[in-house]
């Protein structure tokens, strides 16, 4: 992959695990070179406080900017990986607007929330909403978005508090299926110049289903 030969060229010691063992396994590469490398230090980001805090920071100052221009956020969309974006984020916008909705994006195929968490499950036809959005759409972007796996979504990974974010503070979770989070990443793109990686394209499919679901 490209983030690959970039890392060798800058002269990386880069080591490959099977893709079956997922993020866990990265985790566990990475917990072992600490202990056999003398001096290092595995930046765990899901198990770190510090990561979280980042987050919550950057929930606050995001809400700051919007309550200036005088807009309330009436609901906060992010994928769901490892987490920590959605609970550090939808903590600190809460801290200012607490009524504010946090709704989480995961991948159809790799549903892991929803399974845990059936009662925050919502029900979105956030599949119809793309394929109308993109009824004139051109597949020129097929190449930049490809036809695998999203990645950064559904990572199944226990981040810090996620439990809590959706067992006491009344979060939301949408499953979305891959072809709907492609359509809709070209659809930022093509139409609205914002050319960003998939996970952004599905947390954008599901703020637009929401938006009309409200309308409506």
Not at 11 to 18: F, T
Not at 105 to 112: D, G, H, L, R, W
Not at 175 to 195: C, G, M, W
Request: charged letters at 20%; aromatic letters at 6%; a neutral charge.
């Amino acid at each position: 992959t490209p983030r690959l030969h970039a890392l060798v060229a800058l002269g990386a010691d880069v080591r490959l695990i099977p893709g079956e063992y997922g993020v866990l396994g990265l985790i566990a590469a990475g917990e072992e070179l600490e202990r056999e490398m003398k001096g290092s230090r595995f930046l765990n980001q899901n198990q770190s406080p510090d990561n979280l805090a980042g987050f919550v920071l950057q929930g606050r100052r995001a809400v700051r900017k919007l309550l200036v221009d005088g807009i309330s956020p009436t609901h906060f969309v992010a994928g769901m990986g490892t987490g920590g974006t959605f609970t550090g984020m939808i903590s600190g916008i809460r801290q200012l607007v607490p009524n504010c909705v946090g709704v989480g994006v995961e991948v159809s195929e790799k549903a892991f929330l929803s399974r845990d968490y059936p009662d925050a499950r919502i029900s979105l036809d956030v599949a119809r909403v793309i394929k109308e959005a993109t009824s004139h759409d051109s597949y020129w972007l097929e190449t930049y978005v490809g036809a695998g796996q999203v990645a950064g979504l559904s990572a199944n990974i226990p981040s810090i508090n996620l439990t809590s974010t959706f067992e006491r503070r009344g979060a939301n979770i949408v499953p979305i299926d891959n072809e709907t989070v492609f359509k809709a990443t070209r659809l930022l793109a093509s139409h609205y110049h914002q050319f960003a990686g998939p996970s952004s394209g599905a947390a954008f499919a599901v703020s637009l289903a929401i938006a009309q679901a409200d309308a409506n």
